[in-house]
């Protein structure tokens, strides 16, 4: 489920895995959508490294 979604640099998102990692929080971008990158464990991680400065927004 995408919670943040970029055209920037081409179509970029950030989503919860819904499917085999249930919770977690991935990265994909196109051509291949479907081969994610995994960002955080949960999305109170997700959060934590965004107030850390550690996720790679450049992207967006």
Not at 5 to 23: K, M, P, Q, W
Not at 31 to 41: D, K, R, T
Request: aromatic share 16%; glycine share 6%; with cysteine.
């Amino acid at each position: 489920m995408p919670i943040a979604l970029s055209v920037r640099n081409g179509y970029t998102y950030y989503a919860i895995d819904l499917g085999n990692e249930f919770g977690s929080i991935v990265c994909g971008s196109e051509p291949e959508f479907e081969e994610v990158e995994h960002i955080a464990s949960s999305f109170d991680q997700f959060l934590d490294k965004i107030m850390k400065n550690s996720v790679n927004f450049s992207l967006f």
